[in-house]
């Protein structure tokens, strides 16, 4: 655990060396600290991670990824696929950090309801590689939404993310990508995953708000937890 501390306190570090956009009126009214990192929730030793875009007001109150109404939905539908029984209380729904490792592209939230641009996301990228890389055990990433698939086109061939996401079935098949970062002693490490994407959960995704609890069931089937 020195080492993720050591990762949460170079976060930061980055965070309070350049200004970007924060939500920071959010974070106060929480009692945080805006520069203070919001970076995983979960296991390390999982075989699965939901992979998200950014943080919420919940996350922020909270502490941890995947906390609102649309995480809830996720670990509502992870807690069923485990147990075989509706989540029907808070401790329920913490359980699930048993068995995966919840995150984001970034470990902030942005103001308003906005993805953060490319600019940031690149410079937070190289913390997020060895969380997942050096630090995390699994092979099997739900990414929720566009913006959280995207994030993964660094390491997949010229155009193979961009094909793969028009494809008609892309909620239903799987990806192998090799993940690659590099440590605090420059040492290089790679680690190769299986993405399964997943629409967000959110009121304002119509198309498939109504269709994401037997979608993620249909997801769980294909995965070993």
Known sequence: ????????????????????????????AA???????VLYAGNLNSKICFFGRD?????VAKGQPLIGSAGTMVRKGFYQGIYHQEATSPEDLQAICDRALLTNTVPYKPPGNKAYSVKVKERFRPFIEQLLVIHWGGTQIVTLGTEAFKWFTPYAPKEEIETFWKRSDRYEVQMRVTLEAVDFQKTKHQHQVSLLPLPHPSPLNKRYYAKFPEMLQHRLNELEF
């Open 55 to 59: 943080l919420g007001r919940d996350e």
């Open 31 to 37: 009692g945080k600290i805006p520069t203070e990192p």
């Open 1 to 28: 655990m020195d080492q993720i501390k050591t990762l949460l306190e170079k976060i930061r570090f980055e965070a309070e060396r350049a200004s970007f956009p924060l939500d920071t009126p959010i974070y106060q």
